[in-house]
């Protein structure tokens, strides 16, 4: 549920579901939107339309004012880029993991999800043994799939698979 308590006094529209539409002056940083500041909430900027529900009968409230966007609300719209940490590459030092990790970039195409899952399961057999942190491996299988071409998102959950596989 969204608080008015926060909201200037500015123009409104009642909608037939008994929800409301408020108008605010055009501001070029405010977008189209859905759910983005809660659910339920949408937003409609340049490019955006609205059923105009005074041409319907339904209430308008406040009719001769427009308010500014509320810079909380522009805020909410449009936040600051999130800064994802880059962890450093690892360099791998032992040679039976760097020899596992070059036979699966080897893979061709048609070969490399099974490979990508093979490799996964030697890795995750490494860390049931102490020898890698899961971190590290999934780091590990998420750069090989970058190398073969295979999606990050795909190759974490491959390597995430293999760790529950292999336990």
């Not at 360099?91 to 893979?107: G, H, R, S």
């Not at 490979?115 to 899961?134: D, I, K």
Request: proline letters at 5%.
């Amino acid at each position: 549920m969204v608080s008015y308590a926060n909201l200037p006094l500015t123009r409104a529209h009642v909608t037939r579901s008994g929800g409301r539409h408020l108008l605010f002056r055009p501001h070029p940083d405010f977008k189209n939107s859905a759910g983005k500041i809660c659910r339920g909430v949408d937003t409609r900027g340049s490019g955006g339309y609205i059923i105009w529900w005074p041409a319907h009968d339904y209430e308008a409230m406040h009719r001769g004012h427009v308010a500014e966007v509320p810079p909380w609300l522009l805020a909410k719209l449009n936040p600051a880029p999130r800064r994802i940490a880059r962890r450093p590459n690892r360099i791998v030092t032992d040679n039976e993991i760097a020899a596992l990790l070059a036979f699966v970039m080897k893979a061709q195409n048609g070969e490399r999800n099974c490979m990508l899952y093979w490799g996964s399961c030697r890795l995750a057999e490494h860390v049931r043994t102490g020898r890698l942190s899961e971190d590290t491996m999934v780091d590990l299988v998420i750069g090989t799939a970058a190398h073969i071409g295979l999606d990050h998102i795909e190759a974490k959950n491959t390597a995430l698979s293999a760790l529950r596989t292999i336990r």
